[in-house]
């Protein structure tokens, strides 16, 4: 007797072992009964048939990612490798699609990602693929989505996350971009030194105009001077003409004079008399007297040519 009650009680535990289990958090459990499907098993404390039913399988319904690295070429025959990652979970209502319709389903969504990729990229050239990753991703995540909803699958996203193409590539690409950088900064030093030529010749435009204004002023005072000077020596009796001549010869001596206080300069004299500023002096105002002359002469020929008229 004590042998039997032992051993309904091992079998009774043997039974509540077989019978109950416990299924974690987002996992489905299945069961089968003989090799059929018969339900599942959510989360929680659950009971089946002892020996009859059995788990076939627990289905993970956590977002899950798979990576795949894909080689393919560009529009213009560039070989790159791309590497895709695409998240995916099992719809919780299509758990049985999931299990019973795919066999590997990692290798079934691997195969539609080499096939979107070597069929997008081919179409695009090498920066395009760079600038329109997010195009690829899209591709990918609609042609996956619409593939393997009808097998219980979600996309929930799928990435591009790595560009690689071959190294001399690289060094090529890194040679334009850094040429082009060349380029431009070229360009800027160029506008730099217009710029500069533009103002420095501004600023001796503006320099020769001040420097013209100036000698203009100092002209119309030495004129005003000579005026001055002019009447009051016709003021003591000294006429025009004579008053002119004796500027000249004011001015050719101060001009001696100053010549004469730089140091640095040299100086050379012609021989003269002693009455070569007299005689200067009288050839100026010869020349002035003629120049008069010449002047009133014109001016008769003039009148006499309008009343002809």
């Known amino acids: 007797m004590p042998e039997m009650g032992l051993i309904i009680l091992v079998a009774a535990v043997f039974v509540a072992l077989q019978s109950f289990f416990i299924v974690k958090q987002q996992t489905v459990a299945i069961i089968e009964r003989f090799g059929k499907f018969v339900g ?37 025959d560039v070989f790159v490798h791309l590497k895709v990652s695409v998240q995916f979970r099992v719809i919780p209502d299509s758990v049985y699609d999931a299990y019973y319709k795919l066999e590997n389903p990692f290798e079934q969504i691997n195969s539609y990602i080499f096939d979107t990729v070597r069929a997008e990229v081919p179409k695009m050239r090498l920066d395009d693929v760079f600038e329109r990753k997010d195009d690829i991703a899209h ?14 699958y979600k996309i929930v996203k799928a990435l591009v996350t790595d560009i690689d193409p071959a190294a001399e590539v690289k060094t090529a690409m890194n040679r334009i971009n ?52 002019v009447e009051s020596l016709n ?27 730089n140091t640095g300069s040299n100086l050379i004299l012609m021989p003269n008399s002693p009455s070569s500023a007299n005689d200067m002096l009288t050839t100026m105002l010869a020349s002035f007297t003629a120049s008069a002359q010449i002047g009133e002469m014109s001016k008769k020929q003039n009148k006499l040519g309008e009343k002809d008229q």
């Open 40 to 76: 599942f098993r959510r989360s929680g404390l659950q009971f089946k048939v002892p020996v009859m039913d059995k788990i076939a399988a627990r289905v993970n319904l956590k977002v899950q990612q798979l990576d795949v690295q894909v080689e393919t070429k560009t529009k213009d």
């Open 139 to 152: 591709a990918i995540q609609d042609e996956l989505g619409e593939a393997m909803g009808e097998y219980g």
């Open 178 to 229: 850094a040429a082009e950088r060349i380029k431009v900064a070229a360009e800027y030093e160029g506008e730099a030194e217009r710029i500069r030529i533009v103002a420095k010749a501004t600023a001796e435009a503006e320099s020769k105009r001040l420097q013209g204004q100036g000698i203009a002023d100092q002209r119309r005072e030495i004129a005003r001077g000579i005026e001055d000077s």
């Open 235 to 261: 003021k003591v009796g000294i006429n025009s003409q004579e008053a002119s001549a004796l500027i000249v010869v004011t001015q050719h001596y101060d001009t001696l004079q100053s010549i004469g206080e």
